[in-house]
């Protein structure tokens, strides 16, 4: 990641002034200041006191089986997340206790009983704990006891792997809050993935989310989309914890969010939806960088992973019931081909809008009145904001 030329002592370099105009409500909130997209001090700011908290790393169903790991980039660190032979989900820094070398380079993998360094072949239970560390024996006060690996905070919740780099955010059930019946509702715990695909965007993660959470570009940017749902359709959910979000209908005659006039499928629906959720998607972020869309038959999850300030690592993944994928007939070929399509048209205005917030002279523009999300978004991140500002 890129890092500031400019020594920052760690500070927000922000105009309060200017956050607290995204605080207002949204009828008089002016957008986060510009500088927020393209500052490489505010990014690194972000990485430290926002990314430090609960993000989002995947789904369990990638680390479902005892040694299944999932690796991700935070920034400068690594962290992945491992299951234990108990079948306990554990985090861990993505480095050796030995001289620190990265253990695991790819993001997914499996091992059977330990978890081996490359370097000097150091290796770890699937709990963390040290179990191999050659030509150490005659080393005075080693205790292999205290070089585990450093484990990182974090927890399992409605079927996202969550972790908490700082270890001090609040409980992970206030973090996700009432969004965890949405999440129960569609047994995104219990589902598991049919395809992943992973983007770089040339643009801010803020403005990756933005962008998400309003459906005002879907006439002019998804002609595929918008045949499907009415962007003005359905309704913001409100609720506890940090995240925001609601609703679109889905056409007269359209099943799902699909390829084929959405009706390309022999999926049924998820079980126990009632009939206005089957014919609903719901849009959520999970603060700072989940996106899950709930649909009536699958479940989409975006994650956000902040390169520098203008580039961004996206990953997409479609997840299904156990059930529908061991039908013989199951193909998510639908799903993931139209929000291939979908994601590419939504990247394309989220590079354009990267590259006119950096245009020296702009200013903050203003929400609409359909965009209240957005500005839930944003409040979320200004809040942050303003807790160092003052
Ligand atoms: S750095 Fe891992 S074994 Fe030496
Ligand atoms: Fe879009």
Same mark, same amino acid.
């Given at each position: 990641?890129?890092?500031?030329?400019?020594?920052?002592?760690?500070?927000?370099?922000?105009?309060?002034?200017?956050? $607290?105009?995204?605080?207002?409500?949204?009828? #008089?909130?002016?957008?986060?200041?510009?500088?927020?997209?393209?500052?490489?001090?505010?990014?690194?700011?972000?990485? /430290?006191?926002?990314?430090?908290?609960?993000?989002? =790393?995947?789904?369990?169903?990638?680390? +479902?089986?005892? %040694?299944?790991?999932?690796?991700?980039?935070?920034?400068?660190?690594?962290?992945?997340?491992?299951?234990?032979?108990?079948?306990?989900? #554990?985090?861990?820094?993505?480095?050796?206790?030995?001289?620190?070398? $990265?253990?695991?380079?790819?993001?997914?993998?499996?091992?059977?009983?330990?978890?081996?360094?490359?370097?000097?072949?150091?290796?770890?239970?699937?709990?963390?704990?040290?179990? +191999?560390?050659?030509?150490?024996?005659?080393?005075?006060?080693?205790?292999?006891?205290?070089?585990?690996?450093?484990?990182?905070?974090?927890? *399992?919740?409605?079927?996202?792997?969550?972790?908490?780099? %700082?270890?001090?955010?609040?409980?992970?059930?206030?973090?996700?809050? /009432?969004?965890? %019946?949405?999440?129960?509702?569609?047994? *995104?715990?219990?589902?598991?993935?049919? #395809?992943?695909? *992973?983007?770089?965007?040339?643009?801010?993660?803020?403005?990756?989310?933005?962008?998400?959470?309003?459906?005002?570009?879907?006439?002019? *940017?998804?002609?595929?989309?918008?045949?499907?749902?009415?962007? #003005?359709?359905? /309704?913001?959910?409100?609720?506890?914890?940090?995240?925001?979000?609601?609703?679109?209908? =889905?056409?007269?005659?359209?099943?799902?969010?699909?390829?084929?006039?959405?009706?390309?499928?022999?999926?049924?629906?998820?079980? %126990?939806?009632?009939?206005?959720?089957?014919?609903?998607?719901?849009?959520?972020?999970?603060?700072?960088?989940?996106?899950?869309?709930?649909?009536?038959?699958?479940?989409?999850?975006?994650?956000?992973?902040?390169?520098?300030?203008?580039?961004?690592?996206?990953?997409?993944?479609?997840?299904?019931?156990?059930?529908?994928?061991?039908?013989?007939?199951?193909?998510?070929?639908?799903?993931?081909?139209?929000?291939?399509?979908?994601?590419?048209?939504?990247?394309?205005?989220?590079?354009?809008?990267?590259?006119?917030?950096?245009?020296?002279? @702009?200013?903050?523009?203003? @929400?609409?009145?359909?965009?209240?999300?957005?500005?839930?978004?944003?409040?979320?991140?200004?809040?942050?904001?303003?807790?160092?500002?003052?």
């Amino acid at each position: 990641m890129a890092t500031s030329a400019v020594a920052t002592n760690g500070k927000l370099h922000l105009d309060p002034a200017d956050v $607290r105009a995204t605080l207002q409500p949204v009828e #008089r909130a002016s957008m986060l200041p510009p500088a927020a997209f393209v500052d490489p001090a505010v990014l690194e700011w972000e990485m /430290d006191n926002v990314f430090s908290g609960w993000i989002c =790393l995947g789904h369990a169903s990638v680390v +479902a089986e005892p %040694g299944n790991w999932l690796m991700r980039e935070i920034g400068p660190s690594s962290v992945f997340a491992m299951t234990g032979a108990d079948g306990v989900v #554990r985090a861990f820094l993505n480095a050796c206790r030995h001289r620190g070398a $990265r253990i695991v380079e790819e993001t997914e993998g499996k091992v059977r009983r330990r978890i081996q360094c490359p370097y000097h072949a150091w290796s770890y239970d699937l709990d963390g704990s040290l179990v +191999a560390a050659p030509h150490m024996d005659e080393v005075e006060n080693f205790d292999r006891g205290c070089f585990g690996l450093i484990e990182v905070r974090s927890a *399992v919740v409605g079927g996202l792997v969550l972790v908490d780099l %700082g270890g001090e955010a609040p409980e992970p059930a206030d973090h996700v809050g /009432d969004l965890l %019946g949405f999440l129960d509702r569609w047994h *995104v715990g219990s589902l598991q993935r049919a #395809r992943g695909t *992973v983007y770089e965007v040339e643009a801010n993660w803020k403005g990756i989310a933005e962008n998400y959470n309003e459906c005002l570009h879907c006439p002019g *940017v998804h002609p595929e989309l918008n045949a499907l749902s009415d962007y #003005r359709s359905g /309704d913001s959910q409100f609720g506890s914890g940090r995240w925001c979000g609601g609703s679109m209908t =889905l056409n007269e005659g359209a099943d799902t969010m699909g390829t084929g006039e959405g009706h390309a499928t022999t999926r049924p629906p998820i079980a %126990g939806l009632d009939e206005s959720e089957v014919n609903s998607v719901y849009y959520f972020s999970l603060f700072p960088n989940a996106l899950v869309s709930l649909h009536p038959d699958y479940v989409m999850l975006h994650t956000l992973w902040p390169k520098a300030p203008d580039r961004t690592e996206v990953t997409c993944e479609w997840f299904f019931e156990p059930e529908t994928m061991a039908r013989p007939d199951f193909d998510p070929s639908d799903a993931a081909d139209f929000w291939d399509t979908v994601n590419r048209q939504d990247w394309y205005v989220c590079e354009l809008t990267q590259r006119g917030v950096r245009t020296k002279g @702009y200013t903050a523009g203003r @929400y609409s009145a359909d965009e209240g999300d957005v500005h839930r978004f944003d409040t979320l991140v200004a809040e942050k904001y303003i807790e160092a500002l003052g």
